[in-house]
């Protein structure tokens, strides 16, 4: 069966095709659509978590705490900490501060934590890693790890204060 790609169908569609092409994928799970009214971008890939033009999710709300529902709770007094903690390393070290960032799970010599590295999330642009290695950022996440262990395929983002 030949393969095609979505834009090359929508290419090739008329009006009333093209719409029956967009309600598909987005049902199917292929595009999303950017619920933000204020952004001309609306038709999202399936593996973009948040909108590269404004920075909202898939809900339409802007980028904020998001603790993966296999973890339990954190404790409010460790997510305060945490947040302080990036703040603080990048007021140091005299870079933006980005409108949140993201930890994963992490395996590495079996210690099931998070890891001490993280993606930063500027709107809708992300930037892959920072290395928080031996600052109080890596302390704070060892102690929530401490408190309760991620799971496999567990991400933690914390928002920043604008």
């Known amino acids: 069966m030949p393969t095609l790609e979505l834009h090359e169908l929508l290419d090739c569609a008329t009006g009333e095709q093209e719409t029956v092409i967009r309600d598909i994928a987005y049902t199917a799970g292929v595009l999303w659509q950017c619920r933000n009214a204020n952004c001309g971008l609306h038709d999202r890939p399936r593996n973009e978590q948040h909108c590269p033009a404004c920075g909202h999710d898939r ?18 007094h460790l997510l305060t900490a945490l947040r302080e903690a990036l703040v603080a390393w990048f007021t140091e070290r005299h870079r933006p501060l980005p409108d949140a960032v993201s930890f994963q799970y992490t395996d590495q010599y079996e210690s099931h934590e ?15 890693y920072c ?17 309760e262990a991620p799971q496999r395929n567990d991400v933690l983002t914390v928002a920043l204060p604008r």
């Open 59 to 76: 809900q339409g709300q802007p980028i904020g705490d998001r603790v993966p529902i296999t973890h339990g709770p954190i404790l409010p």
């Open 114 to 128: 998070w890891s001490d590295w993280g993606a930063l999330h500027f709107g809708g642009r992300t930037e892959p």
């Open 131 to 147: 290395d928080f290695d031996g600052s109080d950022v890596a302390e704070v996440l060892t102690e929530i790890s401490d408190d």
